[in-house]
């Protein structure tokens, strides 16, 4: 039978249509962020849709699948003298069910793709691979229900329960069903999901469905296929649960995939490409920043780079002397980079920091610094109510006092306030 054939005579027919617009409603609802929000990074734009279509990817598969295999059960098929081989009988039957289960995980971030004006990349194809893999498994499991339960029985409820176990896999605790149902998360900027990650869901669900078709097999023993089977689809089931039993609510996942731009020396400074337009003056202040707090007895630090960090997502990297790694793209954007970097730079020593002592060394650093409009922006932000407005002119007043002394006794002020406490995120 023809892949026309079987299109035309098909459940896919009637089905296409409505699961279609499923599929447009969960992509329409379910966009919770502008695409702008994703700076054109692929696998983000990717993930983001397919979150929630992952479950009716797959129950629509195991639903149609089972129909089919039941239509063929009614027609008598496999009681007709063999001129081809089952498994092609099967594969004929299943092609348009499976082809519209991959438009279900396709159409969507093809479309966020166009729409952003964004190239798919290799990693962007990762999540969507392991999906088309998974249909193709969840299409055998419901081909194999529909071999022996009464279609318009077993359609239904097989594909409910296929997506309720799917989609509610995220609102459960442990963690590990999740991450073997194939239900996968999104992906933040700069992240790319590991190759088992992937592979995990594929190995619960691809062992099954070879387990179901090696004991479909024509010929050898009955009850040597049965235990190949099992051993199969349990080993698959076994495998998939050891190795994700001990995952947190987070995945083994990448970070830092994203092209970068560096500028300058001493310090060298690194952001993604999309945001390195006003880096090289950045730069240009941030080396100033330090030399003057370098020199004003503020500060030993020299790092050779400072890059962002938010291109590591989830799996953030440990800065060192050297090497500073903090968010840069909202600091760049809005133009308080280096106020941002002065603020680390001033590292206090001890848990709980006063606010008035605390603000002081940020005034004071912002004003030696070029950052003032910045400092205060930050605090506008905050909000300025009655206290805050009262805190602020205490800081003036301190600070308009400190830097009427001489440069030495401004040096013992300074690391006199940065020796009694340790900083907090400005």
């Known amino acids: 039978m023809k892949f026309s054939t079987s299109l035309r005579s098909g459940s896919v027919r009637w089905a296409a249509p409505v699961i279609l617009l499923l599929t447009f409603l969960y992509y329409v609802v379910g966009e919770t962020a502008p695409l702008s929000s994703y700076y054109h990074y692929a ?10 279509l992952y479950a009716l990817a797959y129950a629509a598969a195991a639903g149609l699948a089972c129909w089919e295999s039941g239509r063929l059960r009614s027609a008598r098929i496999w009681a007709l003298a063999p001129a081809r081989s089952r498994y092609r009988i099967a594969a004929n039957a299943l092609a348009p069910v499976i082809v519209l289960s991959w438009l279900v995980l396709l159409l969507p971030p093809a479309v966020s793709l166009a729409r952003s004006a964004t190239a798919p990349t290799l990693d962007s194809l990762r999540l969507p691979l392991a999906g088309m893999v998974l249909c193709v498994a969840h299409a055998v499991l419901g081909f194999a229900v529909g071999c022996w339960i009464p279609r318009v029985i077993a359609t239904p409820i097989l594909a409910v329960a296929d997506w309720i176990t799917v989609a509610f896999t995220r609102a459960v605790l442990p963690y590990w069903p999740r991450h073997v149902s194939g ?10 999901p590991s190759l088992v990650t992937a592979a995990v869901p594929v ?7 070879v387990g179901l078709m090696i004991l479909w097999l024509p010929y050898g023993w009955r009850a040597l296929r049965v235990v190949v089977a099992a051993v199969v689809a349990v080993g698959g089931v076994l495998g ?17 995939h994203v092209e970068m731009k560096c500028v300058g020396s001493a310090p060298r400074m690194c952001v993604p490409e999309f945001d390195s337009r006003a ?15 370098r020199d004003a007895g503020a500060t030993s630090a020299q790092p050779r780079l400072i890059t962002d960090s938010y291109v590591d997502g989830r799996r953030q990297k440990p800065s060192t002397d050297t090497v500073w790694r903090m968010e840069l793209t909202g600091p760049v954007q809005s133009g308080d980079a280096v106020y941002q970097i002065m603020v680390r730079t001033l590292h206090f020593r001890c848990e709980q920091v006063p606010a008035l002592s605390a603000h002081s060394a940020w005034l004071w650093g912002a004003l030696k610094t070029g950052q003032e409009q910045a400092y205060r922006k930050r605090r506008e932000q905050e909000g300025l109510d009655p206290l805050a407005q009262k805190l602020e002119k205490q800081v003036a007043a301190t600070v308009t006092k400190v830097l009427a002394e001489p440069r030495a006794d401004q040096a013992k002020w300074i690391r006199r306030t940065l020796d009694t406490c340790e900083a907090k995120a400005s």
């Not at 696998?43 to 929630?52: D, M, R």
């Not at 998939?240 to 830092?256: E, H, I, Q």
Request: proline share 8%; no cysteine; aromatic share 6%.
């Open 279 to 293: 880096l090289p003056q950045v730069q240009r202040d941030t080396a100033n920043a330090l030399r003057v707090l």
């Open 43 to 52: 696998p983000s734009l990717v993930a983001e849709p397919l979150q929630t």
């Open 203 to 209: 190995l619960l669900a691809g062992g099954i469905a």
């Open 183 to 192: 239900q996968f998360d999104t992906l933040g900027f700069g992240e790319v």
């Open 240 to 256: 998939a649960y050891r190795t994700a039993v001990d995952w947190s609510a987070t995945p083994p996942l990448t970070g830092g």
